[in-house]
């Protein structure tokens, strides 16, 4: 369908126009809207697309035309638009008004419908959890795709831990590029998502493919506090000619743009949120509260281990503790033993293996009177019974020997062999005494070795450096030879700088086709040897396919295309440029391959 406005009188016809593939399209499908303006080469502000309730519009990008026949230059430019119908129901694209070198142009409004999808049938017999049968008409986008926050409580204590479940509902769509959710819940702490699960449920008569996400999460202080919502990310494979595709497809798999059909394809980026839970989060009682507690809240079970205890004086003894439980344990602190008159302590060293957490401490009894390892316990909140719980660990006891005479202390880590600390042997007068020599010679280093010194070493770096340098030399200039394509891109930097000295000799003296032949024949050789084309295969109405899906922005292809089209009116429809229409030509290509050569050169 096609809407024309012209504007009557104009010394340049110029024309605005509104279509669309279709005025009927199925709710999960688009429509593909072309905003084209005729008689221009480019606009200064792009065409904005007013709101429309009901469908959700993106900007494919710009697209510009250029005719020469008989000599006769025209040209159009044209913005493309998706639209996305959220709902079933008649939607109208109003009629938009654009003025252009001071002529005003007006399209005409278009009017599409929204058509609704039924629902695949389930197999044969079976019917909803409720009892309804298949076959429904969905008339929103949000009922074929949508997310649900679950927690299993809403009244929490501060610090406890409950359960949350993020699930994503897919029904007929085909679903791309899922993400992990987010959740916003400032009040709260979450623990990372475990590995989703991916399974089948009947809602309503209406059979989903779901995508299932869980975690933890614990309040940080009390109060009444929105949980949420859960937003989700993921892209909607949308087939343009049919609407739509059933089946889930592949989970987190990758873009599908090369499958063998991918081009019938398009990927609808899509952002979901769920509904804002509302929790109840009570603080700890006061009653009760031992001294010691440090805030851990669930149901813990403390294990204790220490060895020898059978020792001596000045031996040390490893403390093992084991706390495991459901609640958090980055808060649930183990209790440690603190140095004192009858033990030297040392610091724990702490780990944490899930619900998990171990601490483990050396400590060394200073005499022989300490008869065992104290007792520690470790407080917690039980939930379930709203009461503070004690756990405790030992005591130990011990068997301490004293140290007998002579003897040292054990050196945690020494080898076996002992210190002498008394001189047994007697000097004999005289026997350590030689004689002191009047010319000594050259001095060395007990031990001294050449091969350690430093000239040595210098020597062979440098020996090294050379070879290697000159292997790398070789494989460069084997792969030069041999690899047309690695050679082109070494080659494309030259023939840009070249080209570009040329065309700023022919912008200095004000020659219009002799710039645009300069400008067209370093297009053409740097973009040859920079994406390995043939000669003379990139032009104006090709340039955008040539870099897709190598990641170059859109300003940088939109002024390659523009300066193109300005190179095929100059050099074969005559047309007349002034000076800054050709500066700006020429700033343009030169900051094309400055953004290309500094940001895709290791795409190319």
């Known amino acids: 369908m096609m ?45 904005e697309l007013p709101q429309i309730d009901g469908l959700e519009s993106r900007l494919l990008g710009p697209q510009t035309r250029v005719s020469i026949i008989n000599g006769q ?16 129901g008649t939607f109208k694209i109003p009629s938009l008004t654009l003025t252009v070198e001071n002529q005003t142009v007006q399209s005409e409004p278009i009017t599409i419908e929204a058509v609704g999808t039924s629902q695949a049938p389930v197999a044969s017999g079976s019917t909803s959890e409720g009892g309804a049968q298949q076959g429904m008409v969905q008339q929103n986008l949000s009922e074929r795709i949508f997310v649900v926050l679950e927690a299993s409580r809403n009244d929490v204590y501060v610090n406890e831990r409950f359960d949350v479940t993020v699930k994503l509902f897919v029904n007929g769509m085909d679903v791309r590029n899922i993400s992990y959710p987010q959740i916003k819940a400032q009040e709260f702490f979450l623990e990372d998502f475990q590995q989703p699960a991916q399974y089948e449920q009947v809602l309503e008569g209406v059979r989903y493919q779901v995508v299932e996400f869980k975690t933890f999460a614990y ?61 109840t989060i009570r603080p700890l009682p006061l ?13 813990f079970v403390l294990d204790a281990v220490a060895s020898p205890l059978q020792l001596k004086v000045g031996d040390p003894i490893t403390t093992r503790l084991t706390l495991a439980g459901n609640g958090n344990m980055r808060t649930a602190e183990i209790p440690i033993f603190k140095e004192n008159g ?19 401490q050396v400590i060394i009894p200073k005499h022989s009177g300490v008869k065992a390892v104290p007792a520690v316990s470790f407080w917690s909140f039980n939930p379930e019974t709203a009461r503070y719980e004690e756990q405790p660990a030992g005591p130990f006891a011990l068997n301490v020997a004293p140290l007998e005479v002579k003897e040292l202390p054990q050196i945690v880590g020494s080898s076996s062999r002992t210190l002498n600390f008394s001189n047994t042997q007697e000097d004999v007068l005289g026997k350590d005494i030689s004689f002191i020599k009047d010319r000594p010679g050259r001095f ?25 340098f000159g292997y790398v030399w070789h494989r460069f200039s084997v792969r030069v030879k041999t690899d047309e394509r690695f050679a082109g891109r070494l080659k494309a930097p030259y023939y840009a700088r ?43 109405s090709n340039i955008r396919s040539s870099f897709q899906g190598i990641g170059v922005q859109e300003d940088v292809v939109s002024s390659l295309e523009r300066l193109l089209v300005d190179c095929d009116a ?14 700006r030509t020429f700033q343009d290509l030169r900051r094309a391959i400055d953004q290309i050569e500094r940001k895709c050169r290791l795409r190319f």
Not at 287 to 299: I, L, M, T
Request: glycine share 10%; with cysteine; aromatic share 14%.
């Open 444 to 468: 060395y280093d007990r031990g001294y070795q050449a091969w350690r010194s430093i000239f040595f070493g210098t020597v062979l770096a440098l020996i090294l450096m050379g070879w290697g």
């Open 498 to 540: 070249r080209g570009l000295k040329d065309a700023e000799r022919f912008l200095a003296s004000n020659d219009v086709r002799g710039f645009y032949d300069a400008i067209h024949a370093t297009v053409q050789q740097y973009f040859r040897n920079r994406l390995h084309k043939p000669l003379g295969s990139i032009s104006a």
């Open 219 to 279: 309040a940080l202080q009390p109060g009444a506090f929105d949980f949420g919502p859960a937003e989700e990310t993921c892209q909607l494979a949308i087939r343009g000619d049919q609407g739509r595709q059933k089946g889930f497809g592949g989970f987190f798999e990758d873009d599908f743009f090369n499958d063998f059909f991918g081009r019938n394809y398009i990927l609808r980026p899509l952002t979901i949120s769920s509904k804002t839970l509302q929790l």
């Open 3 to 47: 809407c024309t406005g012209i504007s009557p009188g104009a010394a340049k016809e110029i024309s605005f126009q509104a279509d669309v593939d279709r005025t009927i399209v199925e709710l999960g499908s688009y429509l593909r809207l072309t905003l084209t303006v005729t008689g221009v080469d480019g606009l200064d502000q792009p065409i």
């Open 570 to 583: 100059a050099r074969y429809a005559s047309a007349q440029f002034n000076r800054d229409r050709m500066e």
């Open 73 to 88: 230059y025209s040209s159009s430019y044209s913005l493309v638009y998706f639209l996305y119908p959220l709902r079933v």
């Open 287 to 299: 009653e009760g509260r031992p001294a010691d507690f440090s805030g851990a809240v669930g149901k």
């Open 342 to 360: 009858d033990f030297k302590a040392y610091e724990p060293q702490v780990t944490v293996k899930g619900n998990v957490k171990i601490s483990e």
